[in-house]
């Protein structure tokens, strides 16, 4: 049976006003490209569509903004000079058959935030598809987008009915959290959006650890095994690839540092430091668990606990989350 989405063009653009849902959107189309034919639309029953509910089918790729430039670099769609920002490029993906699949989906968020080079890049694959193939594209900024690209896509407007359309359950989110794990970026807003029972998690966590009285040995060892089981929920409840799991909630503990920790930018930039080790493919084990040696250690003093203490426990208010 042929599927019932074979007649769309090999890129779609999904545009619309941020936090309405269009990465899950964007994921539901995926299944439907990917999906062997043998279920019915958005079913997880095939093999194909059980490994993409699972986060790990080989045949689908998430490109998004990385931390800290918060852009798409040339390098995410095609790595001439091999410096490895991701695990695999666009171009060379898309030159792969699919493995168990139907399709190869290629999902790019944020596509306003490629660069001018990665844009003209990725307009060369959109120009001459290859075979198997499909590109689902996000933008909130549509007119930040080349036209040359846009031209390329089939243009599907969104608006608020497609959480309910992609039976997106949704929390209003809290400001707070966005003070705390935002960088600005229309990305890290959104996905804060799609997330926030994960973000809420984690902020209480991290605050549960830095307020414990324990010693410093008992408090890294909780603090590694809080990023090791966030990265496990980040990969589980966000489809999100391993490693891509732990580089987010990395950044999230670096971003929440900085909000709760200002004062004490030496651990910022170590985690910065692992962040760029473990994106290398170093050891993740081992990176976390000194990471968070260093970060206890640092936040035992009176000033810095105190800090935490008054700012921590505010998370219910928006008030809580104000600036300092």
């Not at 970060?295 to 003093?301: E, G, P, Q, R």
Request: hydrophobic share 40%; charged share 25%.
């Amino acid at each position: 049976m042929e599927h019932k989405l074979d007649f769309l063009s090999h890129a779609i653009l999904l545009h619309g006003m941020k936090g309405i849902g269009k990465s899950s959107l964007a994921k539901d189309y995926a299944k439907s490209f990917i999906c062997s034919g043998q279920c019915e639309l958005l079913a997880t029953d095939c093999n194909a569509c059980k490994m993409l509910a699972s986060g790990n089918n080989p045949d689908l790729l998430i490109c998004k903004p990385i931390f800290p430039s918060n852009v798409i670099k040339l390098e995410q769609i095609i790595d001439k000079n091999n410096k490895h920002l991701t695990e695999i490029d666009v171009h060379s993906f898309s030159k792969i058959s699919p493995l168990i699949s139907k399709n190869k989906v290629v999902i790019i968020l944020d596509a306003d935030l490629l660069t001018k080079d990665a844009a003209h890049s990725l307009l060369k694959l959109l120009e001459e598809p290859p075979v198997n193939v499909k590109f689902i594209l996000t933008t909130s900024r549509l007119s930040k987008m080349l036209d040359t690209v846009i031209s390329r896509c089939v243009l599907v407007e969104c608006s608020n009915v497609i959480k309910k359309a992609a039976g997106d359950i949704q929390v209003d989110s809290n400001p707070f959290l966005k003070n705390v794990f935002s960088d600005g970026s229309q990305y890290k807003d959104s996905f804060i959006d799609e997330h926030v029972i994960l973000y809420q998690s984690l902020h209480d966590a991290l605050v549960e650890i830095f307020n414990n009285p324990k010693e410093i040995v008992y408090k890294a060892y909780k603090l590694s095994q809080c990023l090791e089981d966030f990265s496990k929920d980040f990969e589980k409840k966000a489809s999100l690839q391993k490693r891509e799991a732990t580089l987010e909630v990395l950044y999230s503990f670096s971003l929440w540092w900085k909000r709760f920790f200002p004062s004490y930018r030496d651990n910022l930039k170590k985690i910065i430091d692992v962040h760029r080790f473990i994106s290398m493919n170093g050891n993740i084990k081992i990176h976390l668990d000194a990471l968070s040696f260093y970060s206890v250690s640092l936040s035992f003093s009176e000033a810095a606990l105190s800090n935490l203490f008054q700012i921590g426990f505010h998370s219910s208010s928006p008030s809580g989350g104000d600036s300092t």
